[in-house]
């Protein structure tokens, strides 16, 4: 006897799709957080001097309190006399800021640098080799065993 029940169609698994249903929960909400504060950042970080910008990173918002993050004592000196248009410029877009708090950070705000990766050549067999397997993947191109 043959299973009557159908099953549905599975959705193919993305990035995007798992995202999307991790948000839809009420565990999401860090993320959604993150996501907030990352935009929040993009916003204000423009108006930084641009030796400033890379140095300086939002952090946070909470309870009208903006709090940046910066790495050397230097910056957090910059930063602090630029808080009065930073304030403006939060309440601008809606935020009701009221206190200006910079934090320094002994962990530098870029990513470190990657060693570039070595380029891996090929010979010319296992290039011919690879480029008679991909067309014997392609749909519709009969492979070398096929019988028509």
């Known amino acids: 006897m043959s299973?009557?029940?159908?099953n549905p169609p599975?959705?193919?698994?993305?990035?995007?799709?798992?995202?999307?249903?991790?948000?839809?929960?009420?565990?999401?909400?860090?993320?959604?957080r993150a996501m907030w504060l990352d935009e929040l950042d993009r916003r204000l970080r423009p108006l930084l001097p641009s030796p400033l910008a890379a140095h300086a990173r939002l952090a946070n918002y909470e309870r009208g309190r903006l709090v940046f993050v910066v790495d050397a004592p230097v910056w957090r000196a910059k930063l602090r006399l630029l808080a009065p248009?930073?304030?403006?410029?939060?309440?601008?877009?809606?935020?009701?800021?009221?206190?200006?708090?910079?934090?320094?950070?002994l962990v530098p705000n870029t990513p470190p640098l990657q060693a570039p990766r070595k380029t891996v050549t090929m010979s010319p067999a296992a290039k011919e080799a690879l480029q008679?397997?991909?067309?014997?993947?392609?749909?519709?191109?009969?492979?070398?065993?096929?019988?028509?």
């Open 85 to 105: 248009e930073l304030l403006d410029a939060a309440r601008s877009i809606g935020l009701a800021a009221a206190e200006f708090v910079v934090k320094t950070s």
């Open 132 to 148: 008679a397997a991909l067309a014997s993947l392609k749909p519709g191109k009969p492979g070398p065993g096929d019988a028509k």
């Open 10 to 32: 599975r959705r193919p698994s993305t990035p995007t799709a798992a995202l999307d249903a991790l948000l839809a929960e009420p565990a999401g909400d860090p993320i959604r």
């Open 3 to 6: 299973d009557s029940r159908s």
